[in-house]
């Protein structure tokens, strides 16, 4: 287990509105894609922009009263239903709410979640680097959180 700084604080629970911006790479049997993200929470929705890492795509996910649109386009899919559609997989963001701001040791059934490197925002401590890996599939998904905003 690593081994987190002492003599700082510790989040202990989810805020309301949030915005967290980093990298993602999400490896396959395909390959590895790399991009950036920003992931956002308000008004109890979330919000997803992702950038090729070359800097020229981009997409946007958004969660809304109406349901999910998709680069501002509505579709009958729910969250889960699109990033398994468009991804391949899927991990409810509410665990990943849990790891990154309550620092809780997530097990899910499908998935094994590693936190191997933190850093100090704000004078709070939160997760750096985060894995994720798929148990029945080969699929592996770092993320790198390099800013975390609460609103």
Partial sequence: ????????????????AWKI?????????EGTKIAGFVLNRQN???QLTL???SGFG????????QGLLVD???????????????LGWYF???????IIFKHAEVIMQDWQVE??????????????????????QTIKIKLLLQEINLK
């Fill in 115 to 136: 936190v191997d490197k933190y850093h100090i925002i704000n004078g709070i401590i939160y997760p750096k680097t985060i894995r994720l890996q798929r148990t029945h």
């Fill in 58 to 65: 981009q997409m946007q996910v958004r969660q809304t009263e």
């Fill in 51 to 53: 950038t090729e890492s």
């Fill in 92 to 98: 409810p963001i509410s665990k990943l709410e849990n």
């Fill in 72 to 86: 501002d386009e509505l579709t009958k899919l729910s969250l889960q239903e699109w990033m398994i559609s468009e």
């Fill in 21 to 29: 911006e980093g990298r993602i790479s999400a490896t396959n049997n």
């Fill in 44 to 46: 109890g929705h979330y």
């Fill in 1 to 16: 287990m690593p081994e987190r700084p002492k003599q700082v604080l510790y989040s202990s629970s989810v805020p309301k």
